[in-house]
């Protein structure tokens, strides 16, 4: 089954810790994006990357990081930095970037 | 700043009505619109995408129009099902750009 799976499904972080959540996907798509929806919000966009070894800053970058050093893996670590990390984290890909993307089933984190 | 809007919030609809829902952009120079669909504590899917040159998109009940001039798109929805229930979402590019979403109830 081509698709994209994120784990885990819930998260918990507790005070200072950093979290890193996952997103594979096996359908051979150049482009990976991170966003991150709160209740009653739109997806709002973290990081991107368009090809390996390489990403940008979305709208709301701060107090998160990612790597690309696999095509079909984007991880995103929540620093401590990120003073509100409760949300809905949802991972998608695309063919190319800005091409139509498919969404995972997307990861909530809470802080304990 | 590219601003994407999306009216009323919610909607609730008779089963088998046709309707409309709607989606505005601030800065009509947009690379493409699409179209997504969000059942409760899931991830999106993909509905219909329309590259900044087409003026319309098909798929089975769903019909997805596009005029930049007026920074507007439209998803039709026709023959409504208790299932089309969802909160349905559009985001332009570039930027990826998202709206707040339109929640819809399909009434049996």
Redesign the interface.
């Known amino acids: 089954d081509g698709g994209?799976t994120?784990s885990p499904k819930y998260l918990f972080r507790k005070e200072g810790q950093n979290v890193t959540l996952s997103c594979e996907q096996n359908l051979n798509h150049d482009a990976m994006?991170w966003?991150r929806q709160d209740p009653?919000?739109?997806?709002?966009?973290i990081y991107?990357s368009q090809i390996v070894n390489d990403f940008q800053k979305?709208?709301i970058a701060e107090g998160y990081s990612v790597s690309r050093e696999k095509k079909e893996s984007f991880p995103l670590t929540v620093t401590s930095a990120q003073k509100n990390p409760t949300a809905?984290y949802?991972c998608?890909s695309s063919g190319r970037h800005?091409?139509?993307?498919?969404?995972?089933?997307?990861t909530?984190l809470l802080v304990l | 700043k590219q601003e994407?809007t999306q009216i009323p919030a919610a909607l609730s609809v008779p089963e088998g009505e046709n309707l409309v829902l709607n989606c505005s952009f601030t800065d009509s120079a947009i690379?493409?619109l699409?179209w997504?669909r969000q059942d409760p504590?899931?991830?999106?899917?993909?509905l219909l995408?329309i590259q900044s040159s087409q003026r319309e998109q098909t798929s089975g009940r769903l019909n997805a129009s596009l005029d930049k001039s007026s920074g507007r798109s439209t998803l039709y929805i026709a023959a409504s099902q208790p299932g089309d229930s969802a909160t349905y979402?559009c985001?332009v590019?570039?930027?990826?750009i998202?709206?707040?979403?339109t929640r819809l109830h399909i009434l049996p």
């Open positions: 994209i994120q994006y966003y009653g919000q739109g997806l709002r966009l991107y979305g709208d809905f949802l998608a800005q091409e139509t993307q498919y969404f995972g089933p997307g909530r | 994407v690379y493409n699409q997504f504590g899931k991830g999106l899917t993909s995408l979402l985001a590019a570039p930027g990826i998202f709206g707040k979403g």
